[in-house]
């Protein structure tokens, strides 16, 4: 089990799609040395292929829990054996393996509420692959809470700038419905919180988006604002919370309200994210706030047309990694 003394961290780490560049990046994670241990949940057969194909050396070892956590050594990779349906070709999508997938992170997600793991990382899924395969799949996040409970608030971040968001994989037209006063004010609870438990922030200040342009035009261009955004917002922070908005979106992303904000609150998905990849894309962060554990994923897809090429960045990967050790670090302190 792991303790609160212990200075080496236990990262678990998926490889997502099997003919994506999931597993090219662990491989090539795996040439760097790490001050925690990366345990890769995959296909061995897998991993020993891809390495073959880009060139890379990697030796692979078995993981025993029995083991104290030692720090990951370059050109040696921990594994949790879990075995492909049938072997990955690159680029070439196979629903079969789509079990494989979802095995490969149930297996992280319930390692971390055992105290197997401290954190668990995860390279990119194809959702549409694992929806064919017959599995009703709307993405990690919403896997994975299934898994360990909690209230799932998706949160991207790249130097500089952290959003969070209301809603998240969800058509446009569904978004309004789907604005509650319940569920905003529960996403902004779980962001205070997280921001204050796993980032070290006292008192974060969070700028929360109008959903309308204008951020509503006092209700001529909708009244989303008025009805259930500004009323959420003002009873929490009658509760201490530091809220500011709502704000134009457009306006909003600016040098002047971002340098003393701590996170920005968007209301859907193509609200906020485009903003933060144009800023960071390649070094960003997918983290999971709301859960038991720690979660934290990379920015980009399963780049299938990259896979086997050795030309995939693990730039965005390294983050994840860092900033799950972050996060783990302060929540135990």
């Known amino acids: ?35 925690s241990q990366l345990i890769v949940i995959a296909s061995p057969d897998l991993l020993e292929q ?156 969070i700028l929360v988006c109008g959903l309308n342009p204008h951020a509503g035009e006092t209700g001529h261009l909708g009244r989303e604002e008025i009805e259930i955004i500004e009323p959420v917002v003002e009873g929490l922070r009658k509760q201490g919370l530091n809220l500011h908005g709502p704000l134009p979106a457009d306006t909003l992303f600016t040098t002047k309200y971002l340098a003393s904000a701590d996170a920005v609150l968007a209301m859907y998905h193509d609200q906020g994210l485009p903003v933060l990849k144009h800023l960071g894309f390649g070094k960003a962060v997918n983290i999971t706030l709301g859960l038991p554990i720690i979660r934290t994923s990379v920015d980009h897809g399963t780049a299938l047309d990259l896979a086997g090429t050795g030309k995939a960045d693990i730039g965005s990967l390294l983050f994840a990694f860092q900033t799950a050790l972050i996060m783990s670090d302060n929540q135990s302190e």
């Open 1 to 35: 089990m792991i303790t609160n003394s212990q200075l080496v961290r236990r990262i678990a780490l998926t490889p997502g799609e099997p003919a994506g560049i999931g597993p090219d990046l662990c491989v090539q994670m795996a040439q760097q040395d790490l001050s």
């Open 50 to 205: 891809r390495a073959r194909q880009l060139g890379l050396s990697i030796r692979l070892k078995p993981f025993d829990s029995s083991l104290p956590a030692s720090p990951h050594q370059a050109g040696c990779l921990t594994v949790l054996p879990v075995d492909l349906t049938e072997p990955a070709r690159c680029g070439q999508l196979n629903s079969v393996n789509s079990r494989y997938v979802l095995k490969t992170i149930s297996k992280a997600a319930k390692g971390c509420l055992e105290g197997l793991f401290d954190a668990m990382v995860t390279a990119p899924v194809h959702k549409g692959i694992v929806n064919d395969a017959g599995f009703a799949f709307s993405g990690h996040t919403e896997f994975i809470a299934g898994i360990t409970g909690g209230q799932p608030v998706m949160m991207l971040a790249t130097p500089g700038l952290r959003v969070a968001l209301v809603t998240n994989h969800l058509p446009l037209s569904e978004v309004s419905m789907a604005i509650t006063h319940t569920r905003l004010r529960t996403v902004i609870r779980v962001l205070d919180h997280d921001l204050r438990s796993r980032f070290k922030l006292d008192h974060p200040k």
